[in-house]
Nanobody, 125 residues
């Protein structure tokens, strides 16, 4: 019954920034990794950034390293994704996901156990 709710997506110009939020108000467990996946039209879903709930270790997709930062939302027991230097190839629906696994393991999974509904991000002029 872990319910994940994403917010913060929208339309932004290339080079701009967005901050996504994933809230898990009913999550009282500390052994899940939580992270962000994205899926663009015609492309496979890919793990973008994931974080361990136990020690907050992180894992990033190579193409977003240095631009995206995943962090803990201390007030809502969820996570943020700060996205800077956005490019059109970042356009996708972004999903919050969770599974009882490491951060690296989550970002490389095909079917994590829990999913949110997604928030769309469009990077365009």
């Amino acid at each position: 019954q872990l319910q994940l709710v994403e917010s913060g997506g929208g339309l932004v110009q290339p080079g701009g920034s967005l901050r996504l939020s994933c809230a898990a108000p009913e999550n009282t467990l500390s052994n899940y990794a939580i992270g962000w996946f994205r899926q663009a039209p015609g492309k496979e879903r890919e793990g973008v950034a994931c974080i361990s709930k136990s020690d907050w270790s992180t894992y990033y997709l190579d193409s977003v390293k240095g631009r995206f930062t995943i962090s803990r939302d201390r007030s809502k027991n969820g996570i943020f994704l700060q996205m800077n230097g956005l490019t059109p190839e970042d356009t996708a629906v972004y999903y919050c996901a969770a599974h009882w696994i490491s951060a690296q393991g989550l970002c490389n999974m095909e079917r994590p156990r829990y999913w949110g509904q997604g928030t769309p991000v469009t990077v365009s002029s």
